[in-house]
């Protein structure tokens, strides 16, 4: 190994480490003595020992320099508005090595320096051009073929690399998901978008390996391998030894992970692509062929800062950059490039001032290009949604004959059965959705043998069988993060989370994650799911705030997801087709609130009047996203806003308040919570003499504000109007939660505070 002289870089104190970085490289080749060791141009074994050849080699170095053009030309042109992303790649440009290593119909996951892995990736298709697709995405152009101009992200359709959000980490358990997904469509039956003995790729940083989301999936991968199941996904931690400013403890990667049973580590030496390009191999083969969680630790270094805007020089010593900068892999790869005699120092001069002006170039023409100017073109992908073929989905009902297989003959359809309550309806809807569509999937916590803590998924396990409704380990994250890799595999998942106080601890995975997918990826992507959650408050089995959680402000301002919660059975069985549709044909990911508290309920007014039990809507009833359902449409002296617990509270309240006050009563069941249908609500105000918002959930951000907020917005500002809703607090156990929640009494009293203001 060439050794790196240590004066160049000492001999630049300037204040833009990407200018010293660059002079670097330059004054490494035109200074270089070094001896040619390898036969010039020798196709074959070029690098004395290592498994590259001339072509690769030439292939991977020029893919590093067009990453690192990327980096300086980014760093030139920020400060002029014609580029606005300068977190680079420089120091990684070894990952390069992992994509030549793979193939481009393997999924990948990618740090945010990736640009040596995108450059590599992009040969894999002839006539692609990583360095106008780059221009293109760091200029945030309308033609940006990864996002659309809303993001720098890397990500491509045709080469399977779905983009990611800056969150770091998050990205690990989707990975994982996938790589789930693509060894369980074999045992479904599902044909996969992609070759059978695919492999996911995630890269991460050091720092990164540490957040709990991480762990959460090499946890995950190890409980897979344990039980001798396929995950082949290959895990490459870059590991430059820092983030952001804050070093990583010296070996921590190699000791934290060298000895994880179940997830098999490699060191790989990406500064060095004489000594890692086998390295790499390795891992990846290994990866490949025992479809084992594979870890791969690829030594990589930061030079040129965090970003643009990471003046290292301010907190780290001098000595200490120089020592970083020395320890460039384009120095090393510039090296073997010499000493192999691959290029002279002309040849290698000229090819990196050539790629320099290719990247400058592609930059000005990408800023001449269109950029995102309106609202409509921001948004266009973010919740695509075409009504009429979602209702034909939804309706759909040429299914027949599975649905005599699962629910044992005709006699048996649950249509032709006596009306019934809430979770048995769900239940029977999920049945009839598994048998609809092959390639969904039921899995959480205990929705197997035992069919969830209430039973809803009862039956489902064995109907389906494991590989379609199957218990997960006991972590919600990563149940999220296996229901992206189903969707991305082109299946349809349908994660339960057991509470709604346990979907907060792995928000982000819908927040952050699968609904952003369809917005960064301009609807190159999508992961359609329906997630079940069971919800809300005023059960009687479990009590305490954590069985209770009635707040679902988490979700509500979640861009593009659909938010349904029924309050009733067969409401409950169409609002499930409608979501499955949502997510089968416009890629939607969507949440499912059940009721806990009316999972059981069979009552009205009375005990056994059996009043809130209905029939179950044949195959092809659906509803419309967004509708609701009216209780008397014709009363308008109150018209109550409500949903979920609300609907049966709200129509024996209305008894009493027609009793006490004489006044024609009103039920509006919202069913629908994200997106609101404003001109719904503000149609249905319009006509109303006086108006009660009903919400079981928090006073604070909660439905009830989006609900006035829409009746005011519509015009009945002036309506007299009054809101019943749950306290800004947590629920407390036994009696005393229903202080907290709104009760049918308070419906009451605030109707008759409204009779006494008009
Ligand atoms: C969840 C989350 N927390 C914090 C950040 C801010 N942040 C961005 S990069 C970074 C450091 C990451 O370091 P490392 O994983 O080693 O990657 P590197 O930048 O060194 O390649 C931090 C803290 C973030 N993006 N996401
Ligand atoms: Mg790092």
């Known amino acids: 190994m060439t050794a790196i002289p240590f004066a160049i870089s000492a001999r630049h104190k300037g204040f833009n480490r990407a200018e010293v970085v660059d002079q670097n490289f330059i004054e490494f080749v035109q200074l270089w003595n ?177 957040h709990a989301t991480a762990q959460t999936a090499f946890n995950t991968a190890a409980w897979t391998a344990y039980q001798k199941l396929p995950a082949p ?20 990667v190699a000791n934290n992970y060298q000895h994880r049973a179940n997830l098999d580590y490699f060191f790989a030496d990406g500064l060095d692509m004489a000594e890692g390009y086998a390295q790499v191999q390795r891992a990846v083969e290994h990866c490949r062929t025992t479809r084992r969680p594979t870890f791969l630790h690829l030594k990589t270094t930061r030079v040129m800062g965090h970003a643009g805007t990471d003046f290292e020089i301010e907190w780290r010593s001098i000595e200490e950059l120089f020592a ?117 999937l039921l899995f959480g916590e205990d929705v197997a043998q035992k069919g969830g803590v209430y039973t809803v998924t009862k039956g489902l396990n064995k109907t389906f069988k494991g590989s379609r409704v199957f218990n997960t380990l006991l972590d919600e994250t990563m149940i999220l993060g296996l229901a992206q890799g189903y969707a991305n595999m082109g299946m349809l998942p349908m994660p339960e989370i057991q509470y709604l106080a346990y979907f907060h601890n792995a928000c982000d995975q819908i927040r952050g994650e699968a609904a952003s997918l369809q917005f960064f990826s301009n609807n190159q992507y999508r992961n359609p799911m329906v997630m079940r959650v069971a919800s ?57 609130l059940e009721p806990i508290a009316l999972y059981m309920t069979k009552d009205l007014y009375e005990a056994g009047d059996g009043q809130w039990q209905f029939e179950y809507p044949a195959p092809d009833q659906a509803m419309t996203l967004g509708e609701g359902r009216v209780y008397d449409e014709a ?67 909660g439905v009830g504000e989006g609900v006035i907020t829409a009746i005011v917005e519509g015009g009945c500002g002036a309506t007299p109007l009054h809101r019943v809703v749950g306290a800004d607090t947590f629920t407390p156990l036994a009696g005393a939660a229903l202080l907290v929640l709104p009760g049918e009494a308070d419906v009451v009293a605030a109707a008759k505070e409204l009779a006494a203001r008009s």
Request: proline fraction near 5%.
């Open 536 to 592: 809300l408050g005023y059960q009687k089995g479990f009590g305490g705030h954590f069985h209770n959680d009635n707040s679902i402000t988490a979700l509500r301002d979640i861009p593009g997801l659909v938010v349904g919660c029924p309050s009733r059975g067969d409401d409950a069985a169409m609002m499930l087709r409608t979501l499955m549709a949502l997510a089968k044909v416009d890629g939607r990911v969507c949440a499912f």
């Open 233 to 252: 996904v290959l895990f490459v931690c870059e590991d430059n030894g820092i983030g952001i400013s804050v070093k990583t403890p010296s070996g921590w």
């Open 34 to 210: 070094g001896e040619v060791r390898a036969a010039p141009r020798d196709d074959a074994a070029v690098l004395p020992g290592s498994a590259l050849d001339a072509r690769g080699f030439r292939e991977l170095l020029e893919s590093q320099l067009i990453s690192r053009h990327l980096d300086l030309m980014a760093r030139v042109l920020r400060v002029q508005n014609k580029v606005f992303y300068t977190i680079g790649s420089s120091g990684h440009e070894g990952n390069a090595m992992v994509a030549r290593l793979t193939r481009h119909t393997d999924p990948a996951f990618l740090h945010y320096r990736s640009g040596g892995f995108m450059a590599e990736r992009f040969r894999k298709i002839p006539g692609m051009d990583p360095v106008m697709d780059s221009a293109l995405s760091f200029a945030a152009s309308k033609d940006d073929p990864a996002s659309g101009g809303r993001h720098k992200v890397w990500g491509s359709k045709p080469l399977w690399v779905l983009p990611q959000t800056s969150t770091i980490a998050s990205h690990l358990p989707k990975a994982l998901g996938t790589a789930v997904a693509i060894e369980q469509a074999r045992r479904i039956g599902h044909q996969l978008p992609i070759p059978d003995d695919s492999i996911t790729i995630c890269s991460f940083g050091d720092a990164s390996s540490n």
């Open 324 to 440: 970083v900068e020395c320890s460039d892999p384009l120095l090393r790869s510039a090296g073997i490039a010499l000493e192999s005699g691959l290029y002279s120092k002309d040849e290698l001069l000229n090819l990196y001032e050539a790629t320099r002006k290719r990247c400058f170039a592609a930059a000005e023409d990408a800023d001449s290009r269109h950029r995102l100017t309106s609202l409509d073109d921001v948004m266009a992908p973010l919740a695509p949604y075409t009504p009429a073929a979602v209702k034909a989905e939804a309706t759909r009902a040429d299914y027949a004959e599975k649905r005599l297989a699962v629910f044992g003959g005709e006699a048996k359809l649950p249509e032709k059965l006596p009306p019934r309550h809430l979770a048995i309806q769900i239940g029977q809807a999920l049945h009839d959705l598994l048998a609809k569509y092959p390639e969904a």
């Open 635 to 701: 009363a308008n002296d109150l018209v109550i806003f409500t949903f979920g617990n609300g609907v049966p509270m709200a129509l024996r309240a209305a008894r009493t308040i027609e009793a006490e006050l004489k006044w024609q009563v009103r039920v509006v069941d919202l069913r629908w919570l994200a997106p609101l249908n404003d001109a719904f609500i503000a149609a249905q105000a319009r006509t109303a003499k006086r108006i009660l918002v009903l919400d079981e959930g928090r006073k604070s951000a």
